[in-house]
Each structure stands twice: as C-alpha cells, then as structure tokens.
C-alpha cells in the first residue's frame, strides 16, 4: 500500500487523524499562489475518500453536492470527483485557506442490520489536489500531505443511521488539535466519477405543526422524503434543540418503530446568536419530525425539509382521471428519488439502507421510465461485476456493494449464509436489459455483460439433475401478502418455479446481448442452456393446463418471461385471470409476481381485469395505502393497518420502491407509450382504455425531444392526439385495430371503443 497515489491525484497522500469516532476531522492548509490571483486561468480540485468529505475554498464550498464521494465497491472502485474552482481562487488577496471535512459515510458507518456493524476500515481520511493554472503556462499543484494540519470541528457526532450533533459555540474556533498522519491507500482503485453526485433537490416547507397527546412538539411536511432538516434558530447559548424523524405517526405520535436500531436524531447546540443548521453528513427519511428544546414558540418558517438524492433527470410525465392513481405514480416517483441515493436502495430511513438487488431488478424498468438512470445504474453494476467475481464462491451478493460481508453474525442471524438468489441475483442480467430497452446502448452493454456472465456461471452449477434451479433456500415471491409478518419468504408460489423462471429469463437475455454484441460462441452456450431450462419447467412444473402451485405469481412468470408455447398462452392467461377474480382483484403476488401480473393480463385479452386489479382500493392493494395517506411506496402491502397502527412485523418500511413496479405497465398501458426500439429510437403509442379510467396523458423525454400522448374516452368514441418531435417515428395503434405510422408534429385520431 503506498501514501501516494500514481495517476490521478498523484501528488496528494491520503492523511488521516486519530479522534473519537463520532467527530468529523478537519483538514487545512494555506496555500500562497505563486502568482498574483488575477493570473490565475483554471483552478481544479480534484479529491475523494475514505467516509465523506466537504471542501471549501477561503469558507467557500467547492461544490454543491454533498455526501462525495458517494458509495461504492471501495475495495476495487473508489471514485473521485473533479471541481472547477477558478472562480474561488481568482478572488485572493493573500494566501488561500483549502480545508477539507471528513465524516464516517458508508466507510465506517456500522452499515447492516441486526447489529451486523459492518465497516469498510477503522479509519477515515481525505485525499485531495489543487491545480492551478496560470496565464504564462506555469502550474502549481497543492496535495493532502502531512504538513497539513488537522482538528476537530463543530460538528460532534456524525452517523448515516443515527444522526448529526452541531454545536454553534465551535463554529470559527480551531477545535482540539490532532495529529496528521499519512494513511493505508491502494491508489489502484481509483476512477473517475461515473455516476451522478448527490445534490440537494426540493425543498418542502411544514403543512402543520402541533402538539402531540405526550406533549411533543411534531411537525408535519406533507411528503415522504429523503434528505434532512434545515432550521434557523436563536437561544440562549448551550441550548440543545433535538430533531427526531419517522415516516409516519402512530397514536398520533411520532412512529419510531420501523427504523429499528437507527436514532435517526439530529441534534444542535445554540451559540447564543442566529444559527443555521443543516446536518450534511447524515441523511433521513421522514414525513414527520419532533422538534424538543426549541426556545420560545416554534414558527414555521424557521424550518424547511431539504431533499437529498443522486442528480438523475425526470424523463417521463402521466397524469389520468382517477386520482389515486395519479397519487401511486407520484409515490412510484418520490420512492425512486429518495432509495436513488448514492446507490439504489431497500429503503432510505432504518438500519439498512443497502442495495438490495432484488428491489432494483424488479424496478429496473419502471426507474428508466421516469428517471435518466444510465449513468447511475452502469456505475451500481460495475460495482455488481467487481462484487461478484471476488465473492467466495463467485456469485451475485444480495446487497451492491457487499458490506454485509464484514458483519459480525451471529450463528442464526437472517442473510449470514443467503447467497445465490433468484431475482435478487439475477439483477445481474435484468438491470441491463432493463438499460438496453431504454437507452440502447451497445458499449453499456457490452460493459455489463461480464457481471451477467459471472453470475450465469454461478448458478448453472446450482440446478439439480432434472435442469430446474430447485435446491437451496429462496426469498422467491418475497411479501407475498398471504404470508405471515415474521416470514415473508413464506409464498403460495412454489420457490423452484419461481428460481427456474427468472433464471431462464436472466439466460435468454445474456443469449440476446451475445448475439448483438457479436459473441456468437457464447450466444450459442446461453441458447442452449436456456432450451435446457424452458423444457425442465414445462416438463416438471406444467401439466393439465396448470402450472405448480396455481397462484397469480406462476402463470404471470411462465407468460411474460417467454416459458409458454404460443398456443399455450390462450389457457395460462384465463387461468390467471380466474386467479385474480377469486380474490376479488385484491393484490396476491410478492416481489416476483406484482411487476407482471398486469402485463400478464393486459396482452394476453385481459384488460378488464388489469384494470380493476389496478383500481382495487381494498388491502392488500396497490391503492389501498394511497387511501391510507401514503406519499411513498411502502415495503409491505399493509405497512400500516387499516386502524392506523403499524405493522406488527420486525421489518416495515414506508419508502421501498420494489411494489411500485407497476407504473412502467401505467405508462405504456394505460398512458400508451413505450418504446419501439430499444432506446427509444421509435415509439409505439397504443393506449388500452379500461374501466374506471376516462382520460390519459403521458409524456416521455426521449433523445430526440419528449413525445407526449393523451387519450380521452366518451360516450364509446376515444379521441387521442399525439406529439411526434423530430427525428422520431411513430407507430400509432387504436384500439379498433387501426394502425398509423407518423413523424413530426401534433396528430389527432378518433375511433369507436368499447370499454368494459
């Protein structure tokens, strides 16, 4: 391990201090420009670490984004960020004060749950450069060196789960002295940052403030968000003011409960005059904060809740007649920008916060719909290749990156020896081809391709004598909502026909990318395996026009994953819809069968059903936690129960993504408009009008512009009109059959529809 780096960065060494761990350590030094300021021509920052840092320049930020270098694989991809900050050097009048603040971040922050503390290292530290370039060709270069000088701060404690502590009465103090010192630093893990930093977004201000039954002073901002609390407050010096946070109340207190083991509290020490706290080394999800200590009456607009999130662009719009739909779509939306922080996680409040791999292979489309996520997922899966190769035995780890790896288990702790999971898995191959379809681009994928081979190679060995991958422990069809709140790994659909299925997916795809990528002997291989594996599920799981455990899971599976022959569909699909019409349309699939259950239906003669499977307002429904006042949407279908209180499970949460999956069959269904061809190089716009939904706009921002459709159905004649931008052709369908191709500008149709 060397101090210095060769490459990038390479006249910095990686310097760290000893202090309690809870502290943020500063870093300074004063820099005298070699020339007047006013020579200056360019000045670049470049710098990343072990934790998260802040820069400043002479008390300046350098850089908007906040939580740097954000979370990746460490031990093989540690990103670092470039800055321009020209415009904060060109101003000195004498030497330039270049500080930096390091917290504990994802690198030593006790990552886990059930008290796993994982931790990347003991020790955090900071590695950074100056260059400044000056008119006459002259360059000057400032590195992180151990003549540095290094201190505490105002900032006391720092814990992603647990919170911020600030005390104002330190601001502009120089702290405790520590000593510098160059720290261990693998310099070949470097690269340059790939996906979008974590900025702040929105900024919502509170809808109501009040007193609780106990007293408590609480404080509603009307969203379910991700990010923190900013406030402005004045008091006597050395008044504590404590923020607590929580997604939801219950007993119209503030609902702690699902955040287990975090503290999720935020705590500030008043200097005596107007202070301004905003804790950026820590992150919350809330709706609901408790405000304790605040001196004198609380006004509204000393508070405002931040969101944080990674910068990824909204690309897609839909607005319909029924509002509640119109709710779980902005729930599908909110969900994906507060769990696409840093990388795609489970949830964004608890003692979790990880990148799940089954939450984002099941959503993978639905996040390419409303967000740009290029660049963030090609970033998680080159996290997820690196992970899987150096896993023992190579396979796909359930969480991207693998922190888990360095918790401490207990003998019988939940996830110690779960591995090899289908769907969670195979994100390794249904992430990209979820990225292929909406961006279309070969070099990505090519990039890809290497994580979902490694992962094939992983489970090929795993399937039994019979070709069916049926062996081994299987979260399968997680949250089924039949299953029991302390076992959601219990489903109705059988574990072996749920593996097999998303494996064969995963193989047929990985056969597709071979072929387009021009690895002709390996599209062979994958071809092969994938027949293999098609005619071991029709031989072991298909029989008398059903299919093993004969539950809406299984048939939605074997129809949209390709398992069935095409005579075969007629017979699976109405099986499928006599499945859900037994339940009363109610919601009986978990993380495997919800994304698909109303595709099944919908191709395949169906959309009535699709529809009222989509409108049901009862639980476990789609709707029914929009009745229940959701902004997000929640891990379980009944997160929260119809009196008000909160699910007796171990593991609730108000902000997952996965059960949201739905809205890319809303945009392309219901709103009309998918894509054609795999980035959107054409479009189909096909609304499929059902009952309960009377009109429909949707717009996408593809690359060529935004292509927006909108539908309205009255008296039995739907009228839709379309917006082609240039560069982009489209092929428009009726539902009476007719089909138009069109280009550029505003086209209007009309037609007979009988809906339901």
């Known amino acids: 391990m060397s101090h210095h780096t060769a490459g990038p960065l390479a006249e910095a060494t990686f310097i760290t201090a000893d202090a309690d761990r809870d502290a943020v350590l500063r870093f300074r030094t004063d820099v005298t420009l070699d020339q007047p300021a006013d020579q200056v021509t360019s000045a670049v920052v470049q710098a990343t670490a072990h934790g998260v840092y802040e820069l400043s320049i002479d008390g300046r930020p350098v850089t908007d984004s906040v939580l740097n270098p954000v979370w990746t694989a460490y031990e093989w991809r540690l990103q670092y960020q470039s800055f321009d900050v020209t415009e ?8 330039v004060r270049f500080e930096a603040r390091v917290g504990n971040g994802w690198y030593r922050g006790d990552l886990g749950f059930e008290g796993l503390a994982a931790n990347y290292g003991d020790e955090i530290g900071v590695l950074a450069e100056l260059v400044i370039d000056y008119a006459d060709g002259a360059r000057q270069v400032v590195g992180t060196s151990t003549e540095w000088t290094a201190s505490t701060c105002e900032v006391t404690a720092n814990s992603l789960y647990n919170g911020q502590s600030i005390d104002a009465r330190l601001r502009g103090t120089d702290g405790a002295p520590l000593t510098v010192r160059a720290g261990a630093f693998d310099a070949s893990r470097l690269v340059a940052q790939v996906g979008p930093l974590v900025t702040r977004h929105e900024v919502l201000t509170p809808q109501r403030i009040w007193t609780s039954p106990s007293g408590r002073t609480l404080v509603d901002f009307g969203q379910n968000l991700v990010g923190w609390v900013r406030l402005s407050v004045q008091g006597p010096a050395g008044t504590v003011v404590t923020v607590r946070h929580a997604e939801v109340l219950e007993h119209d207190e503030l609902g702690t409960r699902p955040l287990r083991a975090a503290q999720a509290t935020d705590r500030y020490t008043l200097s005596g005059g107007v202070d301004t706290f905003e804790p950026t080394f820590t992150f919350h999800g809330f709706r609901y904060a408790e405000i304790e200590g605040w001196p004198g009456a609380l006004d509204a607009s000393a508070l405002e809740a931040v969101v944080v999130h990674s910068a990824i662009a909204p690309t897609m719009t839909f607005e319909c007649s029924d509002p509640l739909v119109n709710q779980l779509v902005s729930n599908s939306i909110w969900g994906q920008k507060g769990n696409f922080l840093s990388v795609p996680t489970d949830c964004p409040q608890r003692d979790e916060r990880l990148g799940w791999t089954g939450d984002i292979a099941v959503y993978a489309a639905t996040a390419a719909a409303q967000f740009d996520v290029a660049d963030f997922l090609h970033s998680w899966l080159l996290d997820l290749a690196a992970e899987t190769v150096h896993h023992d ?7 991207i990156p693998d922190v888990l790896k360095y918790g401490h288990y207990a003998p019988d702790a939940p996830f110690s020896d779960v591995h090899s999971q289908a769907i969670w898995s195979d994100a390794a191959a249904w992430v990209p081809q979820a990225l292929w379809q909406a961006y279309g681009d070969r070099d990505r994928l090519a990039a890809h391709y290497p994580g979902m081979v490694a992962h094939l190679n992983s489970i090929e060995p795993l399937l039994s004598p019979t070709g069916l991958w049926d062996v081994g422990m299987q979260l399968a069809d997680w949250l089924d909502p039949d299953a029991p709140p302390d076992a959601p790994w219990v489903a109705k659909a059988d574990p072996g026909v749920v593996a097999t299925a998303s494996f064969y997916r995963s193989v047929a795809f990985a056969s597709e990318a071979a072929t387009l990528l021009g690895y002709t002997s390996d599209a062979e291989r994958w071809t092969v395996l994938a027949d293999r594996l098609r005619t071991a599920f029709r031989a072991h799981y298909i029989a008398d026009e059903r299919i093993t455990s004969d539950c809406a899971t299984v048939y939605a599976l074997a129809i949209c994953f390709g398992l069935l022959d095409h005579d075969e569909l007629p017979w699976a699909a109405r099986r499928l819809a006599e499945v859900v019409r037994a339940r009363d349309h109610l919601v009986t699939t978990g993380f495997a069968g919800t994304p ?9 003669g169906y959309v009535e059903d699709a529809y009222k499977l989509l409108l049901q307002t009862g639980c476990p429904s789609w709707l029914y936690p929009v009745t229940m006042g959701a902004t997000t949407i929640w891990e379980r279908w009944d997160s929260m129960l119809p009196d008000g209180t909160i699910n007796p499970g171990d593991m609730t949460s108000f902000n997952h993504y996965a059960l949201g999956a739905v809205a890319d069959w809303i945009y392309q269904v219901v709103g009309g408009l998918r894509p054609a061809e795999p980035g959107w190089r054409s479009v189909l716009i ?14 996408y921002t593809a690359a060529a512009g935004e292509v927006r459709s909108e539908w309205r159905s009255t008296d039995g004649t739907l009228e839709l009109t379309v917006h082609v931008p240039a560069g982009l052709e489209a092929t428009i369908v009726l539902p009476d059959g007719t089909r138009e191709q069109r280009g550029e500008g505003r086209h209007e149709f009309t037609c007979a529809v009988a809906i339901g």
């Open 88 to 95: 904060l050097v060109r101003p000195a009048s004498g030497p």
């Open 393 to 399: 035995p190579p396979a796909v780890p359930v969480v």
């Open 596 to 604: 698909y259950v109303t595709w099944a239906l919908s191709e395949h």
């Open 686 to 699: 096909q609304p499929r009008p059902g009952p309960g939904i009377d009109w429909a706009k949707v717009s």
